[in-house]
């Protein structure tokens, strides 16, 4: 998805990249090629506004009470709008998340999820309007989706926390861009967006260790 073009696309651009790219080194961008975007978009709302390490527990839970129930792999949508929401709530879901998967599960039955040859051929703002229409999903699971799923190069998911955090500490800024206000910096990241979004993560990561940016 990247490598020496968008690094130094990003440094051309600004030369604050630098500090931070040599600091971390190559990016490690990577997508897992063969997931649906149906699995995709569930295991987003898992991550959605709590801690890395507290979605792998539910998922854990998540998919260990559908492998007892006999489903191999992934449940499949039927599976999950067959069960009964307060499993779903045991396994550590919120309600309102619990409401958001089943959406999830009904839209693909539907065939408003898209299979992943068909979410292939659409555009990323195709993918957007036609998922933010699922009740729950918001642009930023979408965006998640395009990104670790799809492989897209050039998506910046401008209302993600950790994204606006990592620019703030990258240019020493008093407080996090506004999300209209990055997206219009970001204009000068493309076609590399997820590159940067990536690095984005990784100042932030290194700014909660106590890491910040000095002029080459």
């Given at each position: 998805?990247?490598?020496?073009?968008?690094?130094r696309?990003?440094?051309?651009?600004?030369?604050?990249?630098?500090?931070?790219?040599?600091?971390?080194?190559?990016?490690?961008?990577?997508?897992?090629?063969?997931?649906?975007?149906?699995?995709?978009?569930?295991?987003?709302?898992?991550?959605?506004?709590?801690?890395?390490?507290?979605?792998?527990?539910?998922?854990?839970?998540?998919?260990?009470?559908?492998?007892?129930?006999?489903?191999?792999?992934?449940?499949?949508?039927?599976?999950?709008?067959?069960?009964?929401?307060?499993?779903?709530?045991?396994?550590?879901?919120?309600?309102?998340?619990?409401?958001?998967?089943?959406?999830?599960?009904?839209?693909?039955?539907?065939?408003?999820?898209?299979?992943?040859?068909?979410?292939?051929?659409?555009?990323?703002?195709?993918?957007?309007?036609?998922?933010?229409?699922?009740?729950?999903?918001?642009?930023?699971?979408?965006?998640?989706?395009?990104?670790f799923?799809?492989?897209?190069?050039?998506?910046?998911?401008?209302?993600d926390?950790?994204?606006?955090?990592?620019?703030?500490?990258?240019?020493?800024?008093?407080?996090?861009?506004?999300?209209?206000?990055?997206?219009?910096?970001?204009?000068?990241?493309?076609?590399y967006?997820?590159?940067?979004?990536?690095?984005?993560?990784?100042?932030?990561?290194?700014?909660?260790?106590?890491?910040?940016?000095?002029?080459?």
């Amino acid at each position: 998805m990247t490598g020496d073009q968008a690094v130094r696309h990003l440094v051309a651009a600004d030369p604050a990249w630098l500090v931070l790219i040599d600091r971390v080194g190559p990016c490690g961008l990577s997508h897992e090629s063969g997931r649906t975007p149906y699995e995709a978009l569930m295991r987003a709302i898992a991550y959605q506004q709590i801690h890395g390490r507290a979605a792998e527990a539910i998922l854990g839970r998540f998919l260990a009470h559908f492998a007892q129930a006999g489903e191999s792999g992934f449940p499949s949508p039927r599976a999950v709008l067959a069960a009964d929401p307060e499993v779903l709530r045991a396994c550590g879901f919120s309600a309102r998340k619990v409401l958001t998967l089943r959406g999830i599960a009904e839209g693909s039955v539907r065939g408003l999820v898209p299979g992943l040859d068909e979410a292939a051929a659409l555009s990323d703002d195709e993918l957007v309007a036609r998922l933010v229409t699922l009740s729950g999903v918001g642009r930023w699971t979408v965006e998640m989706l395009l990104i670790f799923t799809l492989g897209r190069p050039d998506v910046l998911p401008v209302d993600d926390f950790g994204v606006r955090e990592g620019w703030r500490v990258l240019k020493g800024l008093d407080e996090q861009p506004k999300p209209r206000a990055l997206a219009a910096v970001g204009q000068d990241w493309r076609p590399y967006r997820s590159t940067a979004a990536w690095y984005l993560w990784r100042a932030a990561d290194l700014a909660r260790a106590g890491w910040r940016p000095t002029a080459a």
